[in-house]
């Protein structure tokens, strides 16, 4: 890990030698690791190192301009600030000056983790998940692990720091029977690589992909649906960003409307040491600290950075997203985290197999994958309130049980409706951390879905 | 000029500490990025400068790959890092089975593009003054337009590629974009379009010159048009029609239907884990009929001014155009060194991109182009006697293997009779990706350009701007609107 510290410290004082009236600056620095595998061989082992810094500058005639570097030398630095302090911008955004807390230290414990460690891993998932059954034709899937820093200075005097570490392994089995392909998945993330139970996601994902074999066709319509953790993260992350975040669409949701049954609550609790990216602070250097956003059911509150504060006369709640990738969780994009980073869903009482039994007839959803989700949003962005997804790990609950295996279905449905349709939110040990949310089980009525896909061999 | 010496001494070094192979990737990016945000209340600017450099070093020991990248700041202690840990991270594994490269000849280019004006160096007052009056003057005229986000990139990317086999490629390339989204409210809901046409800004590689090109007023005109009519417009037709894809659209489905699923890690299932397979797999190769046999698609990274142009890829094998579609039949993958001698073909394409040196190749798309057809576009309309016309993706979704999709627009327009008759709001298709190109009828010859595009793959997350060439096309008895 480099000096961070006192790069930021350097480049504040640099900023202020060459005329800059304010600036604020945020460093990050990933060391990162990556492991991936496939077909039995490790095609990715890799160490990846990644230092930027973000700086808002006010210059001598009051103009805002904001700043990516990546690091240069103290010479280019010098020559491209030099260069930005003329100009002429203005970006309108506030400044820096209320910021609560002068200085504020957060440090998690790092991973310090070999790399025959990592392979080992890496053979111990493929030993596990081809161990469930001879149908199991391939393993596949990657180990991820950071060592983050993030260090925020400016020239009024505050110093945030942040560090934290996490890993997270994602499995993907293939299984193949007489031409049929079932595909399974599973992950796990946590703050600590020693945490993680290998054995496990593989075991799952294989048991997941041969129970994906010869899936049967589902006439296509409505089904009451029970989405797994994974799936019901990205129902409600997608929600929540859309309505909620500083990036959302304004009317979306209002504040002390119905938004969800009553059995729904979802708060965003920055600092909770259970969630995998705590942070202290956001990309303003605003300390952050737990916001209801759903309460029972009715919108409570949304989200605000300093510019939108100030458009709105209200102050920040510390929700001004980064703009690097702080996540490290198995996502398919990891470059896609939602927003705010760290949302709780209030679980319900019934374990999952307690939904399953709910059910006469049902669709019960593993994950979704390649959905259409409203990521990215401004107010001023064309307006999406339809979720268009398909799943992967899909089966058929039938009076209670499950009954067999779908194919991967395509679902197009509108997002507040599936909000709305809830019906059960599955119980604590149901939930699953998934990097930015923490999410249980969720069953939601009248789930449209309108194409299936095949995902065997043949064409 | 990027440190050749510097990535030559990371070559040896880790040769010297037991590396069999290895190839030492250099990058340095300038990059500038201003956008406006123009509504009735007054204007504001963000402006974003960016300055990276990144090296990464890939070895192979005993068969086996290590890597290791950094964007910290490079000098030989870095060089020994990346060499210390891309090694042992090789030797850490057991090979199960070996690593082995596809031969290739050893190359040495040089390309250096010369811009009449650096498009990374503008002043931002020259780019705020080339949008704001016309912006004004349209917000003035078009009272219906609540806002206009007005975007200019432009860029300078400097690539060297060093391996130990004795190749050494050095490129400096440049490139821009413009952009400007209008929106409207209808009805409660915001509507965009956006001019021009595109998939990620309007990226040509090429100097600042390039914007000369662009008629700001014609297409601020146009979309302030059509922003009016979707304001009466029809809501998207659900049934079976003739479908004209307008070249930017048609691009999006070039990119997910044939340029993912032609990669060759998908095909064998190295990316299940992340990206999905994909509908081409290895015994589809030279036989399958993918499309109608007008259907051409061919691979380009050597096509002047594309998005995904390049003289060598991140392996040092030299760029060159193949056919993915011939007449309809499936015929070529974008492949790798690894991959093309697993395949056990001699067909290197040079496919392997990064998105800076920092991060390990992969396998990407280069500019993946429709060839253009017979009809002129006039024509094609004048063809039609039930069919919908779809402009500017708005959404796009596929299944793992991308067999099945569903695609959206910004706007469509209704074509009844040989003329277009009412503008589509929220124009929706879906359909089978086989089906879709074998029902393909009608390919225009003119109006054929480059499209840019972002793509993203791997694992970390990488970003590269792909380029996809096309011109309109139509496509027989698809599925319009969604079955709810």
């Not at chain 1, 390649?370 to 107010?379: D, E, F, K, R």
């Not at chain 1, 449905?413 to 599955?426: D, P, Q, T, Y």
């Not at chain 2, 399958?288 to 995904?308: C, M, Q, R, Y």
């Not at chain 2, 309809?328 to 093309?340: H, P």
């Amino acid at each position: 890990m480099s000096d961070v510290e006192s790069k930021a410290e350097k480049i504040i004082k640099m900023c202020e030698e060459l005329g800059a009236k304010e600036a604020e600056a945020l460093l990050y620095a990933l060391n990162d690791r990556v492991v991936r595998f496939s077909k039995n061989v490790i095609q990715q082992h890799a160490h990846y190192h990644e230092e930027g810094v973000y700086l808002r500058l006010v210059n001598k005639n009051n103009r805002h301009i904001t700043v990516f570097l990546q690091p240069v030398s103290k010479e280019q630095m010098k020559t491209i600030l030099s260069k930005v302090l003329e100009k002429n911008a203005d970006t309108s955004r506030a400044g820096h000056s209320n910021i609560e807390q002068p200085s504020f230290r957060y440090i998690d414990r790092t991973d310090e983790v070999e790399d025959d460690e990592y392979t080992e891993k890496v053979y111990q998932v493929v030993n596990a998940g081809k161990t469930v059954s001879r149908k199991v034709s391939d393993v596949t899937g990657a180990i991820f692990s950071r060592v983050s820093q993030i260090v925020f200075h400016n020239t009024a005097g505050n110093f945030l720091q942040h560090r934290y570490t996490g890993s997270s392994c994602v499995c993907v089995s293939i299984a193949e029977d007489y031409g049929s392909t079932g595909v399974g998945f599973s992950s796990q993330n946590s703050r600590s690589i020693k945490e993680i139970l290998f054995d496990n996601i593989a075991e799952e994902a294989s048991r997941d992909a041969v129970s994906s074999l010869n899936p049967q066709k589902l006439e296509l319509g409505s089904y009451d649906t029970i989405f797994q953790s994974d799936a019901a993260g990205d129902i409600i992350g997608s929600f929540i960003q859309l309505g909620f975040s500083v990036r959302r669409w304004e009317d979306y949701v209002e504040v002390g409307s119905v938004c969800g049954p009553e059995i729904l609550t979802v708060k965003d609790d920055p600092l909770n040491r259970e969630t995998l990216i705590p942070l202290p602070f956001d990309s303003e250097g605003t300390p952050t600290k737990p916001l209801t956003l759903v309460d029972r059911g009715v919108v409570k509150n949304k989200c605000f950075d300093k510019k939108l504060a100030l458009q709105k006369n209200t102050v920040s709640t510390g929700h001004s997203p980064f703009t690097h990738d702080i996540t490290y969780s198995s996502k398919f994009f990891v470059g896609w985290p939602y927003y705010p980073t760290n949302q709780f869903v209030s679980p319900g009482s019934g374990d999952s197999q307690s939904l399953i039994e709910n059910e006469r007839r049902a669709v019960l959803v593993k994950r979704l994958m390649y959905a259409g989700l409203p990521m990215g949003v401004h107010a001023t962005e064309q307006h999406r309130d339809v979720m268009e997804a398909y799943t992967m790990g899909t089966w058929l609950v039938k009076d209670g049980e499950v009954e067999h295996s779908l194919h991967s279905l395509r679902i197009s449905e509108s997002l507040s409706k599936m909000i709305k349709s809830v019906k059960e939110v599955g119980g604590v040990n149901t939930i699953k951390r998934l990097g930015c949310l923490n999410t249980p089980w969720i069953v939601v009525s009248n789930v449209t879905y309108t194409e299936e896909a095949d995902l065997s061999f043949r064409v | 000029m990027l440190d050749e010496n510097l990535a030559t001494y990371c070559v040896n070094y880790a040769l010297d500490i037991g590396a069999d192979y290895c190839d030492v990737r250099v990058y340095r990016l300038t990059k500038l990025d201003i956008t406006q945000r123009f509504q009735a209340s007054g204007s504001e600017t963000e402006i974003n400068e960016e300055s990276s450099e990144s090296i990464g070093l890939r070895v192979l020991v005993q068969g086996c790959w290590g890597f290791s990248g950094t964007k910290t700041p490079i000098n030989k202690e870095t060089c020994r890092i990346l060499g210390k840990e891309a090694v042992k991270s090789a030797k850490s594994q057991k090979p199960r089975k070996k690593i082995e490269l596809a031969p290739v000849p050893i190359l040495r280019k040089r390309y250096e593009q010369k811009p009449k004006k650096n498009p990374a160096k503008v002043n931002p007052e020259e780019v705020q003054e080339f949008f704001a009056p016309t912006v004004n003057n349209f917000l003035s005229a078009n009272k219906h337009v609540i806002s206009c986000i007005s975007s200019y990139t432009g860029f300078i990317q400097e690539r060297l590629v060093i391996t130990s086999e004795g190749s050494n490629c050095f490129e400096k390339t440049c490139g821009c974009g413009i952009q400007i989204k209008a929106s409207a409210k209808v009805d409660g809901m915001m509507f965009s379009r956006t001019w021009p046409e595109t998939l990620n800004l309007s990226i040509t590689m090429q100097g600042l010159e390039a914007l000369k090109d662009y008629e700001l007023d014609d297409g601020l005109h146009r979309i302030g048009s059509e922003l009016k009519q979707l304001q009466n417009a029809t809501s998207c037709p659900n049934q079976k029609l003739d479908l004209i894809l307008a070249e930017d659209m048609l691009a999006l489905q070039v990119h997910e239907t044939i340029g993912h699923p032609c990669e060759l890690d998908r095909a064998l299932g190295l990316e299940w884990d992340f990206a999905g397979s994909t509908l081409l797999t290895p015994e589809n190769l030279n036989g399958f009929k993918l499309g109608s046999d007008i259907v051409n698609i061919v691979a380009d990274p050597t096509i002047e001014h594309g998005p995904g142009s390049y003289t060598f890829d991140d392996e040092a094998v030299e760029g060159r155009k193949i056919y993915i579609v011939k007449q309809g039949v499936f015929v070529g993958y974008l492949s790798s060194r690894q991959l093309s001698a697993e395949l056990k073909t001699e067909n290197v394409c040079g496919s392997m991109r990064s998105m800076n040196a920092s991060h390990i190749p992969l396998i990407r798309m280069n500019n993946i182009n429709l060839l253009p057809g017979d009809w002129t576009r006039d024509e094609i309309i004048s063809d039609t006697k039930e069919g919908m016309m779809i402009t500017q993706p708005s959404m796009e979704i596929f299944d793992q293997r991308r067999r099945t999709f569903i695609f959206s627009g910004e706007i469509g327009f209704y074509v009844r009779n040989g003329e277009v008759v009412s503008a589509v709001k929220n124009p929706v298709y879906h359909g089978q990706s086989v089906d879709f190109w074998r029902n393909c009828d009608a390919i225009a010859k003119d109006g054929w350009r480059g499209y840019a595009s972002g793509c993203g793959k791997g694992r970390p997350h990488q970003r590269v701007l792909v380029g996809h060439f096309c011109s309109a096309a139509r496509f027989n008895g698809v599925k319009a609107g969604v079955e709810s």
